[in-house]
């Protein structure tokens, strides 16, 4: 069975809202134990393992970033009619979908769920990077494509699987 590999900065760029997001954890939350946001890396993946050490357990800094998400997700990530009906096309051709974003969890639940997406995928892979969940999952690389430049790929690969089949 082909994979494919769907990346959330090529099919839901979420960068503004994470970083809106942290800036209301760092506000919100920085008040009960003390944290500096300009002191924060700029790469996700450095700034949720920032995040985690800060708060040590002492706070839910991952709770307030979902609810973040829930209040603010439709300002800054729209469901795509294009994407879901591409999806649909490749699902009812056999194809396995993969979704693959940074993190953290909590953001990535309620971003799949407002995309519609959140049904129709095999498995969801977060943290590390695209290429490490091939590994992860156990897929042999030759029948995986991951797609990483956008809406505009993903219909491409569509076109081609209904050519192939």
């Known amino acids: 069975m082909k994979t494919v590999i769907l990346t959330e900065p090529a099919l839901a760029p979420a960068d503004a809202l994470f970083r809106a997001g942290v800036e209301r954890v760092v506000a919100k939350l920085g008040r009960a134990k003390p944290l500096d946001g300009g002191s924060l890396p700029e790469e996700r993946a450095a700034v949720i393992a920032a995040l985690d050490g800060w708060a040590d357990g002492a706070v839910d800094w991952r709770g307030e970033l979902r609810r973040y998400y829930e209040e603010h997700i439709p ?14 096309r490749l699902k ?5 979908l993969v979704w693959w974003s940074p993190g953290p969890a909590e953001a990535t639940d309620v971003l799949l769920h407002h995309l519609g997406l959140a ?12 290429t490490a969940a091939i590994v992860e999952l156990g897929l042999e690389p030759a029948d995986v494509t991951v797609v990483t ?3 505009d790929e993903l219909v491409e690969l569509s076109q081609q699987t209904a050519v192939d089949l």
């Open 75 to 88: 300002v800054h990530v729209r469901p795509s009619a294009t994407v879901n009906t591409t999806l649909r």
């Open 92 to 96: 009812a051709a056999g194809i396995r």
């Open 149 to 151: 430049d956008g809406v």
């Open 119 to 130: 049904r129709m995928l095999d498995d969801v892979v977060v943290g590390g990077s695209a």
